[in-house]
């Protein structure tokens, strides 16, 4: 039982740390605080299930329509939405509240042409739900694939991000847009590319959540908030940091739910994230506070 | 005390008196609309009490309400309706000192998710605790309060907070927060003693919050924590106040007003574009009025004036 938790633990944790790392790039490169992040996903999430039920296109294809049209998504949205908003800002203060309040407008915007094309009830479709061994317990293929995805996309960002001069740049950025722009980062540019980037990785997110979960037109918010959870628990902008917070989350979540109470899952995230802020204001793996 | 200030207390006085008599003149579907509205005018207050000066958005408006109105629904059996009252009050007041204490050292985005992630926190403690340790989801309120009751509450608390949210406009206090908003540091430099003002305001408007949800509840007669913990409460309070100008007396009545009507009229004609409506109607705000209508209004009147006052110097 035990190893059947961590197992399932790890795999909602690789896809929780999926989603954050999206997140962390939006938030700790172009500085704006999406919090219609989670309804990407969902739109994702209904995308797979749309092309699922009514060509048989697997979720795993899918993807390659998902990421791109994630990234354009994100583009646009900071062209037309953002990019008003940054030239405006005369503080990162106001540019943080300016964009909360026109992300929840987004937010409730997709919400509700999800809520009116595909209603609220409960969605999700069986692809490859059949059992596999693993470590003498047995786990759904899906799943496995849906860890495998997550592995596979998370390191290929973190390779793009570390080991390229392209994503040395959008990390300077991160670290000090000023400075960036000194050494001819053109710094809107970067993060415009971040944003999208976080787009293209909600999207991917979202496909492989639809794999092995339910998901409903106003799940939106939950993944919002766990995926912004594990941004602060890890330290804005820290890519390793949002990895293994978001392992940490998916594992506690588990065992919380396989040993005390499934009603309680929503609960322990939460708290867990009220106690952390409490204790590090700025995250388990953030930079001290200024 | 000067005629001018005379001329608004007088005023103020005449529409809370004819406020009180409405109910002798309408049909109850009025008293209805005017009862949802009164509370929406309170929470909006209440935020913009604490929000508007210090610049913390917060979310945690439907912890402190849904918290009343629970409190209302648990002890509406054993405790006469004054006290119950008092003892929502004192709930509320005893949770906003807590979560204010833990609270203060956040600031920006931390603050927002936090007060979000609090709302949340406590909704899903109670649906735990309702279905696990009491067995019930929903909780029956059967209280003797008339519609008209709930009125004339609801009248009299957005009153005082209306007349302490103008008391602290012109206190010491209220001068204390306009710079905690301007720039911490500074305040602090001043001799402002930030912590203990910014929690004080915080427990204030919270325990308003709470006293609306305790009001309010005996109105549903049926209670469970996904109506009485409603997010969109929160949302709704937040764009309202920011729709008036949360920095102004008059800024989260003239949010509520017109906001509660629009999201009336919308959720009777098109329910299922509510929430469509009510997102583009956030970018709105945020993207045209970003300080809120009526500093657009006086902007927009100050430029006329001049312009008019100076007609060579708009030639060129």
């Known amino acids: ?290 | 005390m000067t005629s001018r200030l005379l001329c608004q207390i007088t005023g103020f006085l005449t529409i809370i008196i004819a406020l009180t008599a409405l109910p002798f003149f309408v049909g109850p579907y009025t008293i209805t609309l005017m009862i949802g509205m009164l509370g929406y005018v309170a929470l909006a207050i209440a935020w913009a009490m604490f929000s508007g000066p210090t610049r913390y958005v917060s979310l945690a408006t439907v912890a402190f309400f849904g918290i009343g109105a629970y409190a209302c629904a648990v002890f509406n059996e054993s405790l006469p309706y004054p006290l119950l009252l008092l003892v929502a009050g004192l709930i509320g007041l005893a949770v906003a000192l807590v979560v204010g204490l833990a609270t203060l050292r956040l600031a920006g985005v931390y603050f927002v998710i936090f007060t979000f992630g609090l709302a949340e926190l406590v909704r899903q403690l109670v649906t735990w605790f309702e279905v696990n340790i009491t067995g019930t989801l929903g909780r029956y309120i059967f209280l003797p309060v008339t519609p008209e009751g709930i009125y004339w509450q609801l009248l009299a608390l957005s009153a005082f907070a209306f007349a302490i949210s103008w008391l602290i406009g012109r206190s010491r206090l209220g001068l204390a927060l306009k710079v905690i908003g301007e720039d911490e540091v500074v305040a602090a430099h001043c001799g402002i003693a930030i912590a203990r003002i910014k929690l004080a305001l915080f427990a204030l408007s919270a325990v308003i919050m709470t006293l609306v949800g305790a009001i309010q509840a005996p109105r549903w007669t049926y209670v469970e924590p996904s109506i009485a913990f409603n997010p969109t409460i929160s949302f709704l309070t937040l764009i309202m106040a920011l729709l008036g100008g949360a920095n102004r007396l008059m800024g989260p009545i003239m949010g509520a007003v017109p906001l509660f009507l629009l999201f009336e009229w919308l959720s009777a004609n098109f329910p299922n574009h509510y929430s469509i409506i009510l997102g583009l109607v956030f970018i709105t705000i945020v993207f045209v009025l970003p300080n809120g209508v009526l500093d657009f209004v006086e902007k927009g009147l100050t430029h006329r004036i001049t312009a008019a006052a100076k007609p060579a110097e708009v030639q060129k």
């Open chain 1, 1 to 290: 039982m035990l190893v059947t938790a961590i197992l399932s633990g790890l795999v909602l944790g690789g896809t929780y740390a999926l989603l954050a790392m999206g997140l962390t790039l939006q938030y700790g490169i172009a500085r704006i605080m999406n919090l219609a992040y989670g309804e990407l996903i969902i739109v994702a999430a209904f995308l797979a299930y749309t092309l699922f039920a009514t060509l048989g296109l697997s979720p795993v294809w899918t993807l390659f329509i998902a990421i791109p049209a994630g990234f354009a998504l994100g583009w646009g949205i900071y062209g037309v939405l953002m990019q008003p908003l940054v030239r405006r800002a005369r503080t990162p203060a106001g540019l943080e509240i300016d964009s909360i309040l026109a992300t929840f407008g987004l937010l409730f915007v997709i919400q509700g042409l999800l809520l009116v094309s595909f209603g609220a009830n409960f969605t999700s479709y069986s692809y490859l739900n059949v059992a596999v061994d693993v470590f003498g317990t047995k786990l759904a293929a899906n799943r496995l694939i849906a860890l495998a995805l997550a592995v596979v996309l998370g390191g290929a960002i973190y390779f793009a991000l570390t080991r390229t001069l392209w994503g040395t740049a959008l990390r300077a950025v991160s670290v000090s847009p000023v400075s960036a722009s000194l050494v001819g980062i053109d710094v809107d540019r970067a993060a415009r590319t971040a944003f999208a980037l976080g787009g293209a990785l909600a999207a991917a997110g979202g496909v492989v959540i639809s794999m092995y979960q339910t998901f409903t037109a106003t799940s939106g918010v939950v993944f919002t908030m766990k995926a912004l959870i594990i941004v602060i628990m890890g330290g804005v902008g820290n890519i390793l940091g949002a990895l293994s917070a978001g392992l940490v989350l998916g594992l506690a979540e588990t065992l919380v739910a396989t040993y005390v109470d499934p009603g309680l899952t929503l609960a322990t995230t939460y708290g867990l994230f009220i106690a952390i802020l409490l204790w590090r204001p700025t995250g388990l793996f953030g930079r001290a506070a200024r």
